[in-house]
């Protein structure tokens, strides 16, 4: 028994890292800009999916896929940016509509994959020579760990660009105030536009990485990651990206540690029930500040 | 006012005349049930979205536990469908009630929370014992197939709900909502009782699936998880009544006829289509038809509010 417990919180930690970062991605989208990405997941997929192809074509490991879908993804979130931005600010309540257009675009992304990659569940072969092997009495997947080192390493730029650029202090001010870093000029319109792009570069990494630590991916797996995110986020605090980091391995556990005791149908429902008990009594996150937006 | 309301009144009876006309007729019987359904969802969310504001994005949760309280009692308690129907109305309003706190939110929260609590109970629907609620493959009705029946029924209910939904726009609640939406602090010190006029357009918003939800059932006559907590049921309702125009009362209704026709139409055709078409509409309704076709023509032509409302 001791045994498994050590097991489920070295894989729920190991997993809440990754999971951080998918919070990361969808965070910082929210705390700049107030837009709900509720294609989160399906973003993931799609970047999964071009993993998937760049291996068959080109025979690159998921590793070096990240490499190339993460410069097409920052375009894309560019490009999003450039399309949808100012018509979501307009609008009457700018978050719910974000959250309604995203979920548009998360069905065509899914209708999307599922006529370029069909149904099937895909899988990418794994780069190492060992799948998993034991460290004492822990049994590791290597796919999970090289994930988790490079959320790390992901985790720790990201850090490295909000805390020490010029650039990475603009997009903290904006998540602070918008309006008076505006007033300051700051071009609120262009930092928007970057951090679309990093959002979703964000994305390609974690999508990139499923790859690697899950056995197979699907067209219809995005929904189930879009709500790890928001669960993880609404932990960790809305527009609190580092609290996003906190809010993942809080869930890895919760989820992991509930699979030692629970079956295994009912482990997501942990997670919901985390999700709404958290949202009731502290929507402000664990580490969030209180908003005057609530 | 009264001229409209006599315009609203014959149409709301010539609708009514027709549909009721259908099975008679050589026309397809489910689809006009179905049509029915949508415009009773549309309608009914309409309420919550429209009138208050709040996007409860696990909507389909009161429609998936209106099909379960009905398929149950029916089918392991031998309670007679009418009556379990009307448990399902009533399970619904239990449901409301439970979910009464989450009104405290606002905005995304709201959507959220709303939306992980329909996950959750499919997830407990889904691994109820299947002596109870029959596991992931659901329960049959086949025992109790009466599509006549079930179909005059949904008829009573469609015209029902989008009665309420027409004395809802002209009461005091429905016009204390239309305040608390703009401006709740404003609302509260002109002495509305914020809270306690939302909780009861949550009730009737809740309600209304619910029993759309036990109709259902004994129409289809079989009942699963999947289906009965969709999250496309709660993104076509939204679509269906944001196409037509939030806050008016036939907005949703022909959003509903007019989506849920391009809908089956694209969905007989192109399956792979369907998604796509669904969130093309999504992004382009929110982007740049937030108000809907009926909505915009309100909006730019405002004496059509004599006529249309």
């Known amino acids: ?294 | 006012m009264k001229t409209y309301r006599k315009t609203t009144l014959s149409v709301i009876v010539i609708a009514t005349l027709f549909l009721a006309m259908v099975p008679v007729l050589p026309l397809s019987k489910p689809y006009f049930f179905y049509m029915m359904f949508w415009i009773t969802m549309a309608s009914a969310f309409n309420i919550i979205y429209g009138f208050v504001g709040y996007l409860p994005f696990g909507y389909v949760m009161f429609y998936g536990v209106g099909t379960y309280v009905t398929a149950v009692l029916w089918s392991r308690l031998g309670v007679p469908l009418p009556l379990a129907i009307l448990c399902s109305g009533a399970a619904g309003l239990v449901l409301s009630l439970a979910f009464a706190p989450t009104l405290r939110l606002k905005g995304i929260y709201f959507a959220i929370v709303n939306f992980a609590s329909a996950m959750v109970l499919r997830i407990v629907v889904a691994n109820l014992p299947e002596a109870w609620a029959g596991g992931s493959f659901g329960i049959s009705l086949s025992g109790a197939y009466k599509p006549l029946a079930s179909y005059y029924l949904m008829l009573a209910l469609t015209v029902a709900s989008v009665v309420v939904g027409l004395w809802l726009s002209h009461s005091r609640l429905g016009i204390a909502l239309r305040c608390i939406r703009d401006d709740e602090a404003a609302a509260a010190v002109m002495g509305i009782n914020v809270s306690m006029s939302r909780l009861k357009a949550w009730m009737l918003a809740a309600v209304i699936p619910s029993l759309a939800g036990g109709i259902e059932a004994w129409f289809t006559a079989i009942v699963d998880p999947d289906t009965s907590f969709n999250l496309m049921s709660t993104a076509k309702t939204i679509v269906y009544a944001m196409f037509g125009g939030l806050g008016t009362i036939t907005g949703p209704i022909f959003g509903a006829v007019f989506m849920y026709g391009l809908d089956d139409f694209i969905w007989g055709r192109f399956p792979l289509l369907n998604l796509l078409v669904l969130g093309v509409t999504i992004i382009f309704l929110i982007l740049f038809l937030p108000r809907g076709v009926v909505g915009s023509l309100i909006q730019r032509w405002p004496g059509l509010r004599k006529i249309i409302e």
């Open chain 1, 1 to 294: 028994m001791f045994e498994l417990i050590l097991m489920a919180i070295v894989s729920g930690v190991l997993m809440g890292i990754i999971y951080g970062l998918i919070g990361i991605g969808m965070n910082i989208l929210y705390g700049v800009m107030r837009i709900v990405n509720f294609a989160h997941g399906e973003f993931m997929m799609l970047g999964a999916y071009l993993a998937f192809t760049l291996n068959r074509a080109f025979g690159l490991s998921s590793l070096q896929a990240i490499l190339v879908v993460m410069p097409v993804f920052f375009i894309l979130g560019v490009m999003l940016h450039a399309l949808f931005y100012n018509r979501i600010q307009q609008s009457e309540d700018p978050e719910i509509a974000s959250f309604l257009t995203f979920f548009g675009v998360s069905l065509v992304i899914t209708s999307l994959i599922l006529m370029i990659w069909k149904a099937d569940p895909r899988s990418v072969p794994l780069p190492f020579e060992k799948v998993s092997f034991f460290l004492g009495p822990v049994f590791l997947s290597t796919g999970r760990l090289v994930s988790a080192l490079i959320c790390v390493l992901a985790v720790a730029a990201i850090s490295f660009f909000l805390y020490r650029t010029y650039t990475g202090k603009a997009v903290r001010a904006i998540i602070e105030n918008r309006d008076a870093v505006s007033i300051l000029g700051i071009d609120v319109h262009r930092v928007s536009a970057l951090v679309f792009g990093i959002g979703l570069a964000i994305v390609a990494i974690t999508g990139c990485l499923v790859t690697l630590s899950f056995p197979a991916i699907t067209p219809v797996l995005g929904q189930t990651y879009t709500n790890i995110a928001f669960l993880v986020i609404v932990l960790g605090g809305l527009g609190s990206p580092l609290g996003s980091m906190l809010g993942g391995l809080v869930y890895g556990l919760a989820e992991s540690l509930s699979s030692v005791f629970l079956p295994l149908a009912l482990s997501p429902l942990v997670a919901f029930v985390i999700l709404v008990v958290m949202v009731m009594i502290r929507p402000q996150g664990l580490l969030g500040k209180v908003s005057t937006r609530i």
